[in-house]
């Protein structure tokens, strides 16, 4: 049976750190022509409908799909009327689709200066160029004078891995300058936490929360591009314009004053204005024993920032299970993005389309409703499709839910995200981004054979992307998650071919550029949506309550969790 849907019933109008893995093999992106305004959708996983609703939803007309926008109200419809017609159930407030996520918008002025004072004299950074910093306090004015500059290395505090950047530190009224990425990285040492796979400490929100932790007035991390894994355009077009964050009373985590990120040149300057050698610091910074070293200079700003409070929506639909309604599989994927820069882009494009980074996984997840919802018989248990806001803000979406939950967390069996897909063509091998944490993976090896193809990790686990993905905030709350797509040896075209298609889609991550076109091959798109469905269908159709991996950091939330619902 076929259903048809009429885009142009939807209204016109109506009333952010993350995300995207650039090591899945991509294609070059251009505009699609105008396509027609009917399609009609077939029940099977299919790539003209998945694609279909890719350009949809990465067309101008959905102005970036940022949250608190006009874009961000056709977007939630257009992903409410396919749930709909799917057949799915409302799993949102009050019976309704939609899941209010409460959220504070905060604008910084562009034309804020960090005031440098060193040895050297005074110096004013701009933001942009030589900077980027925010609040999440929710003030409109965070005013820091003369503030000590400390190098604290990573910023890490690990009692497990016997570390502790701030060792005999007092940092209150202090700014803590430091390195992206954990101990290990740039020393290529895998004896030092995972050496060049990144973990959480890794992570710039870990860091912040950190330095927030210790009593910091302000935090800045160094700017670098292995290190980080995107370049700095990434982090000021990310960090440019509206930033949004949960209400103070939704999010437990402290809370910097000011927070921010500096340029690798701006931190050699600073360091030589001290009479240090960066490249030696960090050399430091990753031995045991590390001390803080003052920078001898202080940082000033008078930072003004506009804030609002407004709210966003996560979109939930749920196939009930006819026999453990209670128990569910849920699959996840953000439909923001980044939203209209005006003045900035190339040729005078400012809409952030967001068509991989992603549009992708919203359809994705699309496709595999319509598969379960269409195949007889229907799971035991439920399935669970949520469309969450706010990862490119850090993952608030999902945050969110995780804390106010449609089923359960105890009785969710278990999360598959769906996040900037290969769009490529078909691959000879999965990619598991952080591989070698969950039993998921067995259940995935298992379609993956059937497809002839080998389950791989990330080629860049130094960039720290299992834990820049929505699926994170179930895993440290312990639910098991898996985050797997398309790899970079392709079927047509090997590993070069893979290789010269990540490095374009790296030029158009968070860019404009990435927009939908019509002559990408999906066939390697249909082949992980029907492996990602196995799993999920295997899940839902027994009783299976699979685990992480023994060492595995979540599994302690898991087995208490587990504990505490009286499973055995």
């Known amino acids: ?12 109008a109506l009333a952010l750190a993350g995300c995207g893995d650039r090591d899945a093999a991509q294609t070059a992106a251009t505009p699609a022509a105008d396509a027609p305004a009917e399609h009609t959708f077939s029940p099977a996983i299919n790539g003209e409908d998945f694609g279909e609703m890719v350009r949809m939803l990465a067309s101008d007309e959905f102005e970036g799909r940022a949250p608190g926008t006009a874009g961000e ?24 689709w939609y899941q209010t996520v409460p959220m504070v918008e905060t604008s910084a002025d562009p034309s804020t200066v960090l005031r440098l004072n060193t040895s050297a004299g005074a110096r004013e950074l701009k933001f942009g160029e030589d900077m980027v910093i925010a609040t999440r306090s929710g003030r409109t004015d965070v005013n820091v004078a003369d503030s000590e500059l400390v190098f604290v290395g990573y910023g890490v505090d690990a009692p497990e891995q016997n570390w502790n950047d701030y060792d005999g530190l007092d940092v209150k009224g202090k700014t803590v300058v430091m390195l992206v990425n954990d101990p290990g990285f740039h020393a290529n040492d895998a004896t030092l936490f995972d050496g060049e796979k990144m973990t959480y400490y890794g992570r710039w929100t870990y860091k912040f929360e950190e330095a927030a932790r210790k009593g910091a007035v302000a935090a800045l991390i160094i700017h670098d591009t292995p290190g980080a894994s995107y370049g700095w355009d990434v982090v000021k077009n990310s960090w440019s314009g509206p930033q949004f964050d949960l209400r103070t009373e939704d999010d437990p985590e402290p809370r910097l004053p000011a927070q921010g990120w500096i340029t690798g040149d701006v931190a050699k300057q600073l360091f030589a204005d001290a009479g240090l050698d960066l490249n030696a610091q960090i050399k430091a910074a990753n031995t045991r024993g590390f001390k803080p070293v003052p920078l ?21 639909g749920i196939l009930p299970g006819t026999e453990a309604p209670e128990q569910a599989v849920l699959y996840l994927a953000h439909w923001d993005h980044l939203g209209k820069h005006e003045g900035e882009g ?4 400012t809409i952030y389309n967001g068509a991989i980074d992603n549009a992708t996984g919203v359809a994705g997840i699309i496709e595999i409703a319509e598969q379960f919802a269409t195949t007889d018989p229907k799971p035991k248990r439920s399935v669970v499709f949520v469309a969450v806001t706010l990862e490119e803000s850090g993952l608030l979406g999902s945050k969110y839910y995780v804390a106010q939950p449609t089923i359960d967390l105890a009785q969710t069996v278990a999360v598959i995200n769906l996040d900037a897909m290969s769009v490529a063509g078909p691959s000879r091998d999965f990619v598991v981004t952080g591989q070698g944490n969950s039993e998921l993976e067995d259940i995935l090896k298992t379609f993956a054979d059937q497809q002839n193809r080998t389950l791989v990790p990330e080629g860049n686990t130094a960039g720290g992307f299992y834990f820049r993905s929505d699926h994170f905030n179930f895993a440290k709350a312990g639910v098991p998650a898996l985050y797997a797509k398309g790899g970079n040896d392709l079927v047509d075209g090997g590993t070069a071919g893979g290789k ?7 030029k158009r991550y968070h860019q404009p550029g990435d927009e939908y076109n019509p ?6 798109v249909v082949q992980d949506l029907e492996a990602l469905y196995g799993v999920g269908r295997t899940l839902a159709d ?4 699979p685990t992480w991996y023994e060492g595995n950091p979540f599994k302690a939330a898991r087995d208490q969790m587990r504990s505490e619902a009286g499973a055995p």
Do not use: C, H
């Open 542 to 545: 027994g009783d299976q309550w």
């Open 73 to 96: 109200d056709k977007t939630v419809e257009y992903i409410k009327a396919q749930f709909e017609r799917i057949g799915l159930q409302p799993g949102g407030d009050n019976n309704s």
């Open 519 to 524: 002559e990408w091959n999906l066939d390697g």
């Open 500 to 506: 010269a298609a990540t490095d374009d889609y790296a």
């Open 346 to 349: 190339a040729d005078g494009d």
């Open 296 to 316: 001898k200079a202080t940082v000033g700003f008078d930072l003004k920032s506009t804030i609002a409070e407004k709210s966003s929506r996560n979109v939930i």
């Open 1 to 12: 049976m076929r259903r048809p849907l009429l885009l142009l019933a939807l209204p016109a």
